[in-house]
């Protein structure tokens, strides 16, 4: 039986990761919670927007209000990376190589391991960032499309188009695949290999969670009643196939999802705070949690794939040992 | 699970260059109203207040891949929101200042268009600041300003200092050519009561038509009174000059296109007036900026209240009947190339038997 270590926070939670596998909790307000022998605090941005783990440095990559933007690491330590002015910065993202990616209004930067900042002008907002898994190469969500960037070289970019406006981003785990999530209930796609479309709608919400299974052969995502599960193990993605439909509830709303390190398996989290592990190969379930107090905003898995951090939007949360 | 948080007002600030945005925004931030507002700006420009609430966002408007061409949002306020509204507590509301030539139908159509803008915040109202001088070479120039004062529910005219009491006159005619519903403040340095523009509950279907006890009447009782929509107004003044006969006709005021159609009737057969109301706006949507009225239902013991912006309609039940009042349906468009007399003849046509 799953047992829940619980953390009462006050307020929104941002991103909840492991960092050398002590839990971390990022909360709107920019404070780093953890649970390293006793909770524990840092202060990051004054005002915390958006959070990326970054896995290959084990860091968690902070952007905020306050224009500028934090690498969190365990053990109390958060520095500053970079300031943008007295624009919010809206979405980081992390790469290869130590490079980090934020947005500040219309404006992309990168900052590369030794500092140097490199930036990126837009018509239009950048709404998402994302690097891709190969190769100095990032994708940036806007209006009508995402644009991909190769920063450590000169050259134009390649911009992909899409009506409407695009609000997130992700890059298969082998490349093959961008994804972004709309502003409309819809994710869109594009293979990258010959730019071919993959439209992927039917949501009742905006998908704002999106999770890549082990070895990119599935993508989780929130937005719906049930995990919406595509299949891209196949060369064309999810063309033609239907997506599993994994933990499906009548009342609430799967608002976040994080695969499994290695499995075929993916925790839920939902709007009134449960969370579940299903299986994709017979969508058997697992409660992992109990409805809490506020929607589930963010979970990871451990490296022993024993134990999963989640974090809610009102900021009940806590680690669950699946193995206990 | 989303307790019943209760929502955030907002109120949009619009306004050409000029006609005193900064300095109402200055008050809002500096005075002690015991109330505090995070405020959403293009830029910080003059404001000159240092206040972490002060939010600068790039206008950004998205068209909804849905095929309707008036169907636009705010793509940076629902942003802005979603990451205000992640700690609620640091304020009581929100006050967004459009550029002086924005449009300000993406920005009230983000608070009805995005579900999880719509869930934390609602609209409180759209709020024109015009500059008396200037107007009438504003409404020369373009739509833009004509938009704002069509589009709002307040309407501060500002800078009355700076013209003749004749030409003030003219101006508020104008205005109220071009925005019959909306409550009219004359003032210097912006010098509104902050409770006339702030808490206003405009669009909230409950609250928006009884802040308007005249709501529609204004060419009904005597031309020469001084009550209009706006006469909660803090210092009275004569509408003699007014033309409040011409309020539903294209106006005869030079550079005005928008225009304002008045309808009133008896009870509604329900089964008529929905289907007639949800065809008007889903085919004149893209020339009604602003809808209002007050329906009386047949069969019906509550007023029906309705609201619309180009495709959005919304509508409830506000309050019963009282003992004595009319049961009379009223209804206002406002928009462009509103064809009066086939709105007329199928609203009365929705009329019960």
Redesign the interface.
Same mark, same amino acid.
């Given at each position: 039986m799953p047992t829940v270590a619980p953390l009462d926070l006050d307020?929104?939670c941002?991103a909840a990761v492991f960092l050398n596998d002590v839990p971390h909790f990022a909360l709107?307000?920019g404070a780093i919670h953890r649970l390293d022998n006793g909770h524990k605090t840092v202060q990051a941005n004054?005002?915390l927007?958006a959070a990326f783990h970054d896995t290959a440095n084990d860091r968690l990559i902070t952007g905020g209000?306050d224009g500028k933007v934090f690498a969190v690491k365990t053990g109390g330590e958060a520095s500053e990376l970079a300031s943008a002015g007295?624009?919010?910065i809206?979405s980081v993202a992390a790469g290869p190589q130590g490079a980090v990616a934020y947005a500040s @209004? $219309?404006t992309a930067f990168v900052r590369f391991a030794d500092g140097k900042i490199k930036e990126f002008a837009h018509p239009?907002?950048v709404?998402g960032l994302a690097f891709s898994p190969k190769g100095m190469r990032f994708g940036v969500a806007r209006?009508n499309g995402a644009t991909l960037h190769f920063p450590a070289a000169e050259g134009k970019p390649v911009e992909l188009e899409w009506?409407?406006?695009h609000t997130g981003i992700t890059f298969s785990p082998d490349g093959a695949f961008l994804i972004t999530t709309?502003?409309?209930n819809a994710l869109h796609g594009w293979k990258l290999a010959d730019g071919k479309h993959m439209r992927m709608s039917g949501y009742p @919400? $905006?998908v704002k969670s999106l999770s890549w299974s082990v070895k990119g052969k599935w993508l989780a995502s929130s937005g719906a009643p049930a995990a919406i599960v595509w299949p891209f193990a196949s060369k064309d993605g999810p063309m033609g196939k239907a997506p599993l439909e994994l933990g499906t509830r009548g009342n609430?709303m799967v608002t976040c999802v994080a695969c499994h390190p290695s499995q075929e398996v993916t925790a839920i989290g939902y709007?009134?705070?449960m969370v579940i592990a299903a299986r994709f190969a017979d969508a058997k379930e697992v409660l992992l949690r109990r409805?809490?107090?506020?929607?589930i905003t963010s979970m990871m898995w451990d490296k022993e794939e024993r134990r999963i951090v989640f974090g809610s939007?009102a900021g009940d949360c806590g680690v669950i040992d699946i193995t206990a | 699970?989303?307790?019943a948080q209760t929502q955030i007002p907002v109120t949009v600030l619009t306004g050409y260059l000029g006609a005193g945005k900064t300095t109402l925004l200055n008050r809002i931030l500096s005075e002690n109203h015991g109330k505090r507002y995070a405020v959403i700006v293009n830029e910080?420009g003059e404001i000159g207040i240092d206040n972490?609430l002060i939010?600068?966002?790039?206008e950004?408007i998205?068209?909804?891949?849905?095929g309707c061409v008036c169907c636009t949002?705010r793509?940076?306020l629902?942003?802005?929101v979603e990451?205000l509204m992640?700690?609620p507590g640091r304020f009581d509301a929100i006050v967004v200042e459009t550029t002086g030539l924005a449009d300000p139908v993406p920005v009230a159509q983000t608070f009805f268009m995005?579900?999880?803008v719509r869930s934390k915040t609602k609209l409180d109202a759209v709020v024109a600041l015009v500059d008396a001088k200037h107007l009438p070479l504003r409404l020369k120039d373009s739509n833009e300003a004509e938009d704002q004062i069509a589009f709002a529910d307040v309407v501060v005219l500002n800078k009355t200092d700076l013209v003749t009491p004749e030409e003030l006159e003219k101006v508020e005619a104008t205005i109220r050519a071009i925005n019959p519903a909306a409550r009219i403040h004359r003032t210097q340095r912006a010098g509104v009561a902050l409770g006339e523009v702030l808490d206003r509950g405009a669009f909230d279907l409950s609250r928006a038509l009884e802040n308007d006890p005249h709501f529609l009447e204004a060419h009904d009782h005597d031309h020469d009174h001084e009550c209009g929509p706006d006469c909660d107004h803090d210092h009275h003044h004569h509408h003699d000059g007014h033309d409040h006969h011409h309020h539903d006709h294209p106006s005869d005021i030079h550079d005005v296109t928008v225009k304002s159609v008045s309808l009133r009737g008896g009870e509604m057969d329900p089964k008529k007036f929905f289907p007639w109301i949800e065809k008007v706006t889903q085919m004149e949507g893209p020339n009604i900026l602003r809808l209002k009225g007050i329906i009386a239902l047949k069969g019906d013991e509550d007023r029906y209240v309705l609201q619309g912006v180009h495709m959005i309609l919304e509508g409830d039940h506000q309050r019963a009947w009282k003992d004595g009042e009319k049961h009379e349906s009223r209804l206002v468009f406002i928009g462009r190339d509103l064809d009066e007399e086939r709105l007329r003849k199928s609203f009365e046509a929705c009329q019960a038997a």
């Open positions: 307020g929104h941002v709107a307000d004054d005002g927007l209000e007295r624009k919010w809206t @209004g $219309k239009r907002s709404e209006y009506a409407g406006a709309m502003q409309e @919400g $905006k609430t709007e009134d705070g409805p809490g107090n506020g929607a939007a | 699970m989303s307790d910080f972490d939010v600068e966002s790039d950004e998205y068209e909804m891949n849905n949002v793509g940076d629902i942003r802005v990451g992640r700690r995005d579900d999880d």
